[in-house]
């Protein structure tokens, strides 16, 4: 069976009819991604990171400074839940409790560890890239020897994990059925704008093929659903 | 002095030139985000969830079914983060090392409480709904004393908080700056697809003013930084 195994912690309470354990699900999630939230305890209290990543497998990826206070906290073997979330529209009801978003999110648990192959930790940096730009990792300088040494990398396995998704129109109650209130769904993406060159690279010089991709890709698909 | 104190939670320990603990800057981040990420402790455990919220002045407003795991735990008067995080851009630099995002994002740590005045409650849930499409709360039914008592709403001030904001083209070395690799940025913005009526809205009933209106302030700023 393609899922995860249900635990305590990744048993969902409320609304399950909302949840998943499906291995693909958490994975695409995931892997749309540009951004998780590390959560992680210091003396008993709670603190939540925004931080880049990247999948390969089951193995999910973080990095930063080897002074970074988060990756230190987390390469000591603490419990770590990352949550990924994709806010997908506004979701607009008759009555004002009926109002919600929908969202595609997962939580994901378990205990990081320090990357010390440099050969894993140096397809864990490039998948980052990657997992940003696709196609990005072959035009730009790759780390050195020194680079490598001043970042940690650490990897987390994506084995206990939960996905929760609401989509669709509202629920409104039968009786508000008939108040005279548009009620639907306003549909949100992330958007890319124009790039914009730095100064070295000015304004003439022509867009790298990755990022041309990346656009063509992006406004495709909000051409398609924009008046 | 109009900042936040700084504390040993806020402090921020790298790059702190990237930080800011500047009241209207942390209120400008919070009013302009739509989920934010909840991180309490559970056993000595993290998790974090996503959640909808509001700001009133220094209040910060949560809220959810009175069963919601997440708002009992809370409500219990445990120390809590909140973070809101806005993905502003794609930092692509001529080295791999150098690639970054541009984003603003809070830190808000605290103790929340359960709201029981009753005006105080609907205050908040309607600043929620004037939150997500501003103007909302007029064109809704307003909610009921049954969906009150079923709602739990929970106040958490914005007293201990921290801003960390990355803007501006990539940092790359000097002695790469001559790589023959496009670099600088490109801006991301949540963008509005056109509004799906539900069924009982249907198509041909004209959208609501307040809908309108926000659709139209997106699309004023994406057309102007877009070719």
Redesign the interface.
């Known amino acids: 069976m393609d899922a995860f195994p249900v635990t305590s ?1 990744t048993r969902l ?2 609304k399950p009819g909302r949840g998943s354990y499906d291995r693909a699900t958490v994975h695409a999630i995931l892997d749309e991604g ?2 998780c ?5 210091i003396h ?7 931080a ?1 990543y990247a999948r390969i497998g089951e193995r999910l990826y973080l990095h930063g ?1 080897v ?3 988060m990756l230190r906290t987390l390469a000591a073997g603490v ?5 990924v ?1 994709h ?1 997908d529209g ?1 979701v ?6 009926h ?1 919600s ?1 929908n ?1 595609r ?1 997962v ?1 994901l ?1 378990g205990i990081a560890t320090l990357v010390t192959d440099p050969e894993e930790k140096r397809r864990a ?2 998948a ?2 990657e997992h ?2 696709p196609g ?2 072959a ?5 050195n020897e020194q ?1 490598l040494r001043a ?1 940690s990398v650490l990897v987390l396995p994506v084995e206990e994990a939960s996905a929760k998704i609401r989509h669709g ?2 629920s ?1 109650d039968a009786e ?2 008939e ?1 005279p ?21 000015g304004p003439n ?4 093929p990755e ?1 041309t991709s ?2 063509e890709r992006a406004r495709a698909e ?1 051409s398609a ?3």
């Open positions: 912690r309470r409320r540009l951004v939230h590390v959560g992680f305890v008993g209290e709670p603190f939540v990171v925004p880049t400074a002074a970074n206070r419990p770590v839940c990352v949550t979330t806010l506004l607009l009801a008759r009555s004002a409790m109002h978003m969202y999110s939580m648990f940096l490039e980052t890239i940003m730009v990005r990792s035009g730009t300088r790759a780390p680079e970042t129109p509202p409104d508000d059925l108040l209130f548009w009620a639907g769904v306003i549909p949100l993406r992330p958007c890319p704008l124009d790039p914009v060159p730095d100064e070295h690279t010089a022509p867009v790298s990022v990346l656009l909000l659903n924009r008046s």
